[in-house]
């Protein structure tokens, strides 16, 4: 039982560029959270989903999209990157919403 | 302007006594409320909640107090440990979480 995992851990990007940052998680879990974290800011949602195929906008979610296709994983993407979007990234997943979540280990983005 | 408030972003308590972990919120409509534990370069993971309904829950050497006149809730640790050392975030849960901005503990041997 892996729970959250989020691929990849670390990654540079330049302005302009594109990536997508998977989130997998195996707990049968129908909502699933992205998040970002910057110092002194806490998390601040940035999309979520509530089941497969079902996707909302979180406080945040300019300039970034998801996709959820299969229950089980939770794709964001960013089209365009920008220097402001240089910060860790979480997935979380639960079973009611908002309630307990479990996070994933957290993706470390720089845009340069 | 931030729902969720930890006004402490650090703190240093001696293994053994007590840390105090304090967190105010603005949102009357929140109805119920956690803490969360990060060490570095791992995800959060979920600590203690409380329901609106309570102002006490405890779970071994934690403790969570909610004062709603107030809009306050904290988090006691005692006693505190090394392996205490982390960053805390409390959440207060509307239609989605909210976290603060979270409080680094320290605590010396």
């Known amino acids: 039982n892996a729970g959250v995992t989020q691929t990849p851990k670390f990654r540079v990007l330049k302005t302009g560029q594109s990536m997508t940052l998977l989130c997998a998680q195996d707990?049968?879990?129908?909502?699933m959270y992205w998040y970002r974290q910057d110092p002194g800011m806490g998390l601040r949602l940035i999309h979520y989903?509530?089941?497969?195929?079902?996707?909302a906008k979180g406080e945040v979610p300019d300039g970034y999209n998801v996709s959820r296709l299969k229950k089980q994983n939770f794709l964001l993407g960013l089209e365009s990157a920008a220097p402001s979007q240089t910060s860790v990234y979480f997935c979380?997943?639960?079973?009611?919403?908002?309630?307990?979540?479990?996070f994933g280990p957290g993706t470390r983005l720089t845009v340069t | 302007d931030q729902q969720v408030k930890q006004n402490s972003p650090s703190l240093s308590v001696q293994e053994g006594r007590i840390s105090i972990l304090n967190c105010d919120y603005t949102?009357?409509?929140?109805?119920?409320f956690l803490w969360y534990k990060k060490y570095p370069a791992e995800g959060p993971t979920f600590l203690i909640s409380?329901?609106?309904?309570?102002d006490k829950n405890e779970d071994g050497r934690f403790t969570v107090f909610l004062n709603k006149s107030a809009k306050h809730l904290s988090l006691h640790i005692v006693p505190s440990q090394p392996g205490d050392s982390a960053v805390y975030f409390c959440?207060?849960?509307?239609?989605?979480?909210?976290f603060g901005g979270g409080t680094r503990v320290l605590v010396k041997p």
């Open positions: 979380a997943s639960s079973y009611h919403d908002p309630y307990e979540q479990y």
């Open positions: 707990m049968n879990h129908e909502y």
């Open positions: 409380i329901s609106s309904i309570k």
């Open positions: 989903s509530v089941g497969e195929g079902t996707t």
């Open positions: 959440a207060a849960a509307g239609n989605k979480l909210t």
């Open positions: 949102n009357s409509m929140f109805d119920y």
